[in-house]
């Protein structure tokens, strides 16, 4: 059989602002091109245990069990479901949008119990409304996503609901995929027992860990369990023995991935995290007035919107993807556009990490104006 001489890859360095993969400071793509080396060589166990000393960092949390799961957010929120819900469990998750619905339906692989609130696709939860659906009956686990980069909106009351939680026994698992580097994230502090996130959104590394952190009382739960885990990759009870003291062979860390997300994580260390959250609201802020005025409104209200995703309205008239192919083909940018009930009807502009720049918000702007100018 033949193959096709296939080119060298040359990939265009795109200017990406949209809901994740971010863009990738060249630190961390350096980083990423050391050589690859044995998963239990003593070299690459000193790398693991300061890639979970950067990671608590990021998340505030003291936790021991902080680790990068190997594989995207989705794989993080598999974890973080897989391990706390036994089959027959009720399982309560709080759905504002695309994501919390993925927890919906994953939550419903482990356990027939799942019940729902929701709110319509922009709005979020006042606390109440959890703790009273929290009182409803005895929830092993309460599932929710902190920033939902479906809509741009930020779930806040997080430290009220986790305690409203924690008065009946139920543990609170937390997606912060499109806030955790971005925004405030406070696991310890606001008392979350689990907490997953991705590498390519606000961390801005390429995409292929999920960071997970788990709190002692979720700990406590995973070795009362009853069953085995309903996954064996996730499972946490033999991924703890290789990210622990055991170092036993699980499954083979992507050591190149953990290169990168050292460096990630190095470079939050460096910036600071209150300079970090400045910078995204600032940059943030800078894209709102700009885009106002351009006489574009913004779905979400200022007092919980992100400042790592923008959800601006598509005016009437106006055809979103083809804005978005004119930004990408003539701008070389790209941002995405809504899905489910909001297809066609929003754009969404990620700010995340590295590609959350001042350079980046005022190429966009004049982008946009240009294309508004020539239709
Ligand atoms: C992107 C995202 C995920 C899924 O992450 P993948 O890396 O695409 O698997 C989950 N939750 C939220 C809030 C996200 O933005």
Same mark, same amino acid.
């Given at each position: 059989?033949?193959?096709?001489?296939?080119?060298?890859?040359?990939?265009?360095?795109?200017?990406?602002?949209?809901?994740?993969?971010? =863009?990738?400071?060249?630190?961390?793509? *350096?980083?990423?091109?050391?050589?690859?080396?044995?998963?239990? $060589?003593?070299? /690459?166990l000193?790398?693991?245990?300061?890639?979970?000393?950067l990671?608590?960092?990021? /998340?505030?949390?003291?936790? +021991?069990?902080?680790?990068?799961?190997?594989?995207?957010?989705?794989?993080g929120?598999?974890?973080?479901?897989s *391990?706390?819900?036994?089959? %027959?469990?009720?399982?309560?998750?709080?759905?504002?949008?695309?994501?919390?619905?993925?927890?919906?339906e994953m939550?419903?692989r482990? &356990?027939?119990n799942?019940d729902?609130i929701?709110?319509?696709?922009?709005?979020?939860? $006042?606390? $109440?409304?959890?703790?009273?659906?929290? %009182?409803?009956?005895?929830?092993?686990?309460?599932?929710?996503?902190?920033?939902?980069?479906? &809509?741009?909106?930020?779930?806040?009351g997080?430290?009220?609901?986790?305690?409203?939680a924690?008065?009946?026994g139920t543990?609170?698992?937390?997606?912060?995929? &499109? !806030?955790?580097?971005?925004?405030p994230?406070?696991? $310890?502090?606001?008392?979350?027992?689990?907490?997953?996130s991705?590498t390519q959104?606000s961390?801005?590394?390429?995409?292929?860990?999920?960071?997970?952190?788990?709190?002692?009382?979720?700990?406590e739960?995973l070795r #009362?369990?009853t069953?085995?885990?309903? *996954?064996?990759? /996730?499972?946490?009870?033999?991924?703890?023995?290789?990210?622990?003291?055991?170092?036993?062979?699980?499954?083979?860390?992507?050591?190149?991935?953990?290169?990168g997300?050292?460096?990630?994580?190095?470079?939050?260390?460096?910036?600071?995290?209150e300079?970090?959250f400045?910078?995204?609201?600032?940059?943030?802020? =800078?894209?709102?007035?700009?885009?106002?005025?351009l006489?574009l !409104?913004? =779905?979400?209200? +200022?007092?919980y919107?992100?400042? &790592?995703?923008?959800?601006?309205?598509?005016?009437?008239?106006?055809?979103?993807?083809?804005v978005?192919?004119q930004?990408? #083909?003539?701008? #070389?940018?790209?941002?995405?556009?809504?899905?489910?009930?909001?297809?066609?009807?929003?754009?969404?502009?990620?700010?995340?990490?590295?590609s !959350?720049?001042?350079? #980046?918000?005022?190429?966009?702007?004049?982008?946009?104006? +240009?294309?508004?100018?020539?239709?």
């Amino acid at each position: 059989m033949e193959v096709k001489s296939y080119q060298d890859l040359n990939v265009t360095p795109r200017i990406l602002l949209g809901p994740g993969p971010s =863009m990738v400071s060249p630190r961390v793509l *350096n980083a990423m091109s050391s050589p690859t080396i044995g998963h239990l $060589d003593p070299e /690459f166990l000193t790398l693991m245990k300061e890639v979970q000393d950067l990671l608590r960092f990021v /998340f505030q949390t003291e936790n +021991e069990l902080t680790v990068p799961i190997s594989g995207t957010g989705s794989a993080g929120m598999e974890a973080a479901l897989s *391990n706390f819900i036994e089959p %027959g469990d009720n399982v309560l998750v709080a759905v504002l949008g695309y994501f919390g619905e993925r927890l919906y339906e994953m939550a419903g692989r482990y &356990t027939d119990n799942v019940d729902r609130i929701e709110r319509p696709w922009g709005e979020v939860f $006042d606390p $109440d409304e959890i703790k009273t659906a929290l %009182g409803q009956k005895k929830y092993k686990v309460l599932a929710l996503v902190h920033a939902e980069t479906s &809509t741009g909106v930020l779930q806040k009351g997080i430290a009220e609901i986790a305690e409203a939680a924690h008065q009946q026994g139920t543990l609170l698992v937390m997606d912060t995929v &499109t !806030s955790l580097g971005g925004m405030p994230v406070e696991i $310890d502090n606001w008392d979350v027992d689990v907490a997953f996130s991705a590498t390519q959104k606000s961390m801005s590394g390429p995409p292929g860990l999920a960071p997970l952190t788990v709190s002692p009382r979720a700990r406590e739960v995973l070795r #009362n369990r009853t069953t085995p885990v309903g *996954n064996w990759y /996730f499972d946490l009870s033999l991924l703890e023995k290789y990210w622990g003291d055991e170092r036993t062979y699980h499954h083979t860390a992507p050591i190149n991935m953990n290169y990168g997300l050292r460096e990630s994580l190095r470079l939050v260390a460096e910036e600071g995290l209150e300079e970090r959250f400045a910078r995204h609201r600032a940059n943030a802020e =800078m894209l709102w007035a700009g885009l106002e005025d351009l006489d574009l !409104s913004l =779905m979400v209200p +200022e007092e919980y919107r992100l400042t &790592t995703l923008t959800t601006p309205i598509v005016p009437p008239g106006v055809d979103a993807l083809e804005v978005r192919q004119q930004l990408l #083909n003539n701008y #070389n940018l790209e941002i995405a556009g809504g899905f489910g009930p909001l297809v066609g009807k929003i754009w969404r502009i990620g700010l995340m990490g590295y590609s !959350s720049r001042r350079e #980046n918000v005022l190429l966009l702007l004049a982008a946009l104006r +240009e294309i508004f100018a020539n239709r």
